[in-house]
């Protein structure tokens, strides 16, 4: 009986070419002496955990060297398969994953055995079925739409970068920066950033829409246009009513476009501001607009034409809301008092600075938001900067 002693180096080349001629396609890593699985799962960007399971390792503690090792992160070509893998990052859910690779969450519980398809361990790396490409990704795929986030913030961190924040999530920088009013590329750590599209605010681009509007019990064309800066004639005209005293419960009405679709007003002019957009408020607020300093006094005018509402807050203190035709408004807080109110033109005084509301005792300003008609805040950073 003879015994063949295979040397430690020709034994990595016959498991090296088992490997392969089992069609994995991958990164290959024979084991040296001293190496442990943590080295590996380290230098690779991934976990222990996956390391056994591509290589059916018993235990985990004990690899033998000259053993040679599939690393996760370069592909498989088993059974025709286009799959690619994604490594779970704290926050991820199977919904968002699969939205932002085109797939379904079903699938990706029947491709990775997924017990519970509410429970993903940051740090595991899923198969994703049925993607176009072949190679391996820790982000998903660049999608302009946000899909699955809507609604959805990330806190930025020290040393984040927008093109980092938006590679995590499978958008694009351009999308982030537009939803967000981000003009430099500038972000700031805390800032609670928008991860979906929330509208275009009027007067960002092109002229202004008309939009639909239904009678209500008790309504009348002089509160209507009222509500949205427009008048009776031309909600009449739009709408060819002969009689102005006569309109129907449940009509539907054109209001045309007008007090939201021009150029916007600087609402302080002189102001000192920056985009401090999103910045953590307390009670787990996010600030939605940008506050303007200036000296208490100055006058406050409406950014667009539209009807002016005077409102009392013990947050937001004396503040203005300047109602525009597309359905949203400014909205302006602490004023140390009012100006005109009711109906007025773009440029009309509305109010003057102070530091009402919580900000009592602060350097005087502005707090300046936009919503849309939804109720969403919209960031007039940009709108803002061009105006003043």
């Not at 503690?61 to 704290?90: A, E, Q």
């Not at 982030?176 to 509208?199: K, M, S």
Request: charged share 15%; with cysteine.
């Amino acid at each position: 009986m003879f015994v063949i002693r295979v040397s430690t180096r020709l034994r990595a080349v016959v498991l090296s070419a088992l490997v392969f001629a089992s069609g994995f396609a991958g990164t290959t890593h024979e084991v040296q002496p001293g190496d442990t699985l943590s080295d590996y799962a380290r230098r690779h960007k991934t976990t222990v955990a996956e390391l056994v399971r591509i290589n059916g390792i018993r235990n985990p503690n004990h690899i033998v060297v000259g053993t040679v090792l599939k690393m996760p992160g370069s592909g498989s070509t088993d059974s025709g398969s286009t799959s690619t893998t994604y490594r779970v990052r704290p926050g991820d859910t199977l919904g968002r994953i699969a939205a932002a690779h085109g797939t379904t969450i079903s699938a990706l519980v029947q491709a990775n055995g997924i017990s519970n398809k509410n429970l993903i361990i940051a740090g595991r790396t899923l198969k994703v079925p049925g993607s176009s490409s072949g190679s391996s990704s820790s982000t998903p795929a660049p999608s302009s739409g946000g899909p699955g986030l809507a609604g959805q913030r990330h806190t930025v961190s020290s040393g984040e970068s927008l093109g980092s924040i938006a590679a995590r999530y499978g958008l694009s920088s351009r999308d982030l920066a537009t939803w967000n009013g981000i003009t430099d590329g500038r972000i700031y750590a805390t800032t609670r950033l928008l991860l979906h599209n929330p509208g275009a605010l009027p007067g960002s681009g092109g002229g202004g829409k008309a939009i639909s509007h239904t009678v209500a019990a008790g309504e009348s064309l002089a509160t209507i246009a009222s509500r949205y800066g427009s008048s009776i004639a031309k909600i009449a005209g739009a709408n060819g009513i002969s009689n102005p005293n006569y309109i129907r419960v449940g009509q539907k009405l054109t209001i045309p476009g007008g007090g939201g679709s021009g150029a916007i007003r600087c609402p302080i002019p002189g102001a000192t501001f920056f985009n401090d957009w999103a910045f953590p408020r307390s009670g787990g607020r996010s600030h939605a607009g940008n506050d303007l300093f200036a000296s208490r006094g100055t006058p406050v005018h409406a950014p667009v034409s539209g009807r002016v509402e005077q409102v009392n807050g013990s947050i937001s203190g004396r503040a203005i809301r300047v109602h525009d035709s597309s359905g949203g408004y400014w909205y302006v807080a602490h004023l140390d008092r009012f100006g005109k109110s009711g109906n007025v033109s773009a440029g009309d005084v509305v109010g003057y600075v102070g530091d009402s509301g919580n900000a009592r005792g602060s350097r005087p300003h502005g707090h300046t938001e936009y919503r849309s008609s939804s109720g969403v805040a919209l960031n007039p950073y940009p709108i803002l900067r061009a105006a003043c």
